[in-house]
């Protein structure tokens, strides 16, 4: 962070304030050199880079919307969609990078949105990775049979001990 007034290269973060929506953190500035004090606003929110390049503030609004279409006719409620948004931004957040692109953010929705209905997470699936044929399809259904005999088996075994 410059000086906009010296050009000085480094600045002593004097006060930091988040903004109420919590995207935002206003710091309040002072250069060593100069003495002079500024503000910066800084976002604090995820960024992600689309394929055209362009980046913009991760939202959870996106999330939901983009979800929403793979959940038409399920009994997925908005409240269920809320909380996917939810977890799929503190996994974003969690895996410690500020910039993302939406390949990775896809990746996250995958695993909570599979949780809420194998339905919507299949059709969101065709979509995000490219299925082109039924092949794909029964590949993914079949991953989702063995995932679930595993748990049936997994539950078994804890019933017998
Ligand atoms: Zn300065």
């Given at each position: 962070m410059h000086c906009p007034f010296c050009r000085y290269s480094d600045s002593r973060v004097v006060d930091s304030r988040t903004s109420d929506d919590g995207l935002t953190i206003r710091r309040r500035r002072q250069c060593p050199q100069c003495g002079q004090r500024f503000s910066t606003l800084e976002t604090s929110s995820l960024v992600v880079a689309k394929r055209s390049g362009v980046t913009e503030p991760f939202s959870r609004d996106k999330i939901v919307s983009g979800v929403r279409k793979a959940c038409?006719?399920?009994?997925?409620s908005d409240d269920d969609l809320a909380v996917l948004a939810q977890r799929v931004e503190e996994a974003l957040r969690a895996s410690g990078s500020a910039e993302l692109d939406s390949q990775e953010v896809g990746l996250a929705i995958l695993g909570p949105l599979r949780e809420l209905d194998e339905v919507a997470y299949l059709r969101f699936a065709s979509v995000y990775q490219n299925f082109e044929s039924l092949d794909d399809f029964e590949a993914a259904v079949n991953l989702l049979r063995a995932d679930r005999e595993r748990v049936a088996q997994q539950q078994q075994t804890a019933t017998d001990d």
């Open positions: 038409q006719g399920r009994p997925v």
